[in-house]
């Protein structure tokens, strides 16, 4: 299967009927598609170390300079955060096809 090529969402469907090949090609493009994600997963978790990092350099200068480093706004926000019931509920569609970013 073609590295651009749409892995159908019923692909699973019907295994009986399909051949050894298109076995084989769809077992190779899902295992594409994990590669492509663990790649992308991989580059996300370092940008998110990197600004994590900064956002830590920048609070222990503040801190050391004798600023706050919790403003009013972080509070609201954590209000925010606590008083939703979001338990168990995503903000991201994760069945998202994210090639168009």
């Known amino acids: 299967m073609d ?3 749409h892995i159908p969402e ?3 469907v019907d ?10 090609e769809l077992l190779d493009a899902l295992y594409e598609e994990e590669q492509r994600v663990s790649y992308r997963r991989r580059v996300l978790h370092g940008k998110i170390d ?16 004798g600023e706050d480093v919790v403003s009013p706004r972080d ?20 069945t998202a096809d994210d090639e168009d970013e």
């Open 50 to 65: 990197i600004l994590r990092a900064e956002l830590v350099r920048r609070l222990k200068a503040q801190r050391e300079a």
């Open 75 to 94: 509070i609201e926000r954590l209000i925010e955060i606590l008083s939703s019931d979001m338990r168990g509920v995503s903000r991201v569609d994760v």
């Open 10 to 12: 019923d692909a699973l």
């Open 15 to 24: 295994l009986e009927s399909k051949s050894a090949e298109e076995l084989r």
């Open 3 to 5: 590295q651009d090529k």
